[in-house]
C-alpha cells in the first residue's frame, strides 16, 4: 500500500503491525467502531477498512498535527476510501476522549504514539524527526500510559451509555520495552482509573499478546481490557 508520508507523519506500515481534517471534535455516532489514535498518514485506518472488518461509518482517525491530519485526509482519498467510512479530526486524544465520553466507548483502539525514552531524544532519532512525535518520557511510556488512563476514564464515566464490554488497544512500543514492564505501565494506568474500590473482584482484567517486527524483536502490542 502505497502513501505519501511527512514530517509530521511518521509511519511503521500497516502491513508490519497486523502481521506482528476537520476542527469539529464531536461525532456523530453512537457507537466508534475504531479509534485510529495519532494517525499520521492515515495508514492504518486505510488498512484496518481494507481489511472488511470495519467497512461503515464510526472509524475515525485523531492526530495532534494539523498537518499529519490533511496529509491523511489526502492519502484516504487517493486510496479511493469514502470520506464518510474514515472521519480525520484534528485532535489530542485526551480532548476527544472527553469531549465524546457519552458514546460508546471504541471496541478497537490502535495508537502510534511517542514512546522513544527520552535518555536516546539526543541521539540519531532527534535529529531526523519532530521530537514530539518520538519523545515517551522517562521509559518511553507515559503518553502510552495517558491514553490507557483517558480510556479509562471514559469507560467508568458515571451516566454515560458507555459499554462495559471488553476493548482491544494495540500499540507499538520501543524495542527496550520488555514484555514485563509494557504489563506493569498498562496494568498501573487501567486500575488508576477502573478501580472502583480496593477490591480485587473488581480490578480490571489485562490479558496481553506480543508481536515481533520483522528484526524478530518485540515491538507491537495487544491489550484485551474487560
Same mark, same amino acid.
Not at 21 to 35: A, Q
Not at 98 to 105: D, G, M
Given at each position: 500500500?502505497?502513501?505519501?508520508?511527512?514530517?509530521?507523519?511518521?509511519?511503521?506500515?500497516?502491513?508490519?503491525?497486523?502481521?506482528?481534517?476537520?476542527?469539529?471534535?464531536?461525532?456523530?455516532?453512537?457507537?466508534?467502531?475504531?479509534?485510529?489514535?495519532?494517525?499520521?498518514?492515515?495508514?492504518?485506518s486505510v488498512a484496518l477498512?481494507?481489511?472488511?472488518?470495519?467497512?461503515?461509518?464510526?472509524?475515525?482517525?485523531?492526530?495532534?498535527?494539523?498537518?499529519?491530519?490533511?496529509?491523511?485526509?489526502?492519502?484516504?482519498?487517493?486510496?479511493?476510501?469514502?470520506?464518510?467510512?474514515? @472521519? /480525520?479530526?484534528?485532535?489530542?486524544?485526551? $480532548?476527544?476522549?472527553?469531549?465524546?465520553?457519552?458514546? &460508546?466507548? *471504541?471496541? %478497537?483502539?490502535?495508537?502510534?504514539?511517542?514512546?522513544?525514552?527520552?535518555?536516546?531524544?539526543?541521539?540519531?532519532?532527534?535529529?531526523?524527526?519532530?521530537?514530539?512525535?518520538?519523545?515517551?518520557?522517562?521509559?518511553?511510556?507515559?503518553?502510552?500510559?495517558?491514553?490507557?488512563?483517558?480510556?479509562?476514564?471514559?469507560?467508568?464515566?458515571?451516566?454515560?451509555?458507555?459499554?462495559?464490554?471488553?476493548?482491544?488497544?494495540?500499540?507499538?512500543?520501543?524495542?527496550?520495552?520488555?514484555?514485563?514492564?509494557?504489563?506493569? @505501565? /498498562?496494568?498501573?494506568?487501567?486500575?488508576? $482509573?477502573?478501580?472502583?474500590?480496593?477490591?480485587?473482584? &473488581?480490578? *480490571?482484567? %489485562?490479558?496481553?499478546?506480543?508481536?515481533?517486527?520483522?528484526?524478530?524483536?518485540?515491538?507491537?502490542?495487544?491489550?484485551?481490557?474487560?
Amino acid at each position: 500500500m502505497d502513501t505519501l508520508l511527512g514530517s509530521d507523519a511518521l509511519s511503521f506500515g500497516a502491513e508490519d503491525f497486523w502481521t506482528a481534517t476537520t476542527d469539529n471534535r464531536l461525532v456523530d455516532e453512537n457507537d466508534i467502531n475504531f479509534l485510529d489514535v495519532g494517525t499520521g498518514s492515515g495508514a492504518i485506518s486505510v488498512a484496518l477498512v481494507r481489511s472488511g472488518e470495519f467497512p461503515c461509518k464510526g472509524n475515525i482517525a485523531i492526530n495532534l498535527s494539523a498537518d499529519a491530519c490533511s496529509l491523511a485526509v489526502e492519502n484516504i482519498s487517493t486510496l479511493s476510501i469514502n470520506k464518510n467510512i474514515i @472521519r /480525520v479530526i484534528h485532535s489530542d486524544f485526551r $480532548t476527544f476522549l472527553r469531549e465524546n465520553k457519552k458514546k &460508546n466507548l *471504541p471496541r %478497537v483502539v490502535v495508537a502510534n504514539l511517542p514512546y522513544v525514552p527520552s535518555s536516546r531524544m539526543s541521539i540519531d532519532e532527534s535529529n531526523y524527526e519532530d521530537k514530539c512525535a518520538l519523545d515517551g518520557g522517562g521509559d518511553g511510556m507515559d503518553v502510552i500510559a495517558d491514553l490507557l488512563k483517558a480510556l479509562g476514564e471514559v469507560r467508568r464515566w458515571e451516566g454515560s451509555s458507555v459499554s462495559r464490554g471488553p476493548f482491544v488497544v494495540f500499540l507499538e512500543v520501543d524495542a527496550t520495552h520488555t514484555p514485563e514492564l509494557v504489563k506493569e @505501565r /498498562v496494568n498501573a494506568a487501567m486500575n488508576q $482509573t477502573l478501580r472502583f474500590d480496593d477490591s480485587s473482584n &473488581n480490578m *480490571p482484567q %489485562v490479558s496481553y499478546a506480543f508481536r515481533k517486527d520483522m528484526c524478530g524483536k518485540d515491538r507491537f502490542v495487544i491489550c484485551e481490557i474487560d
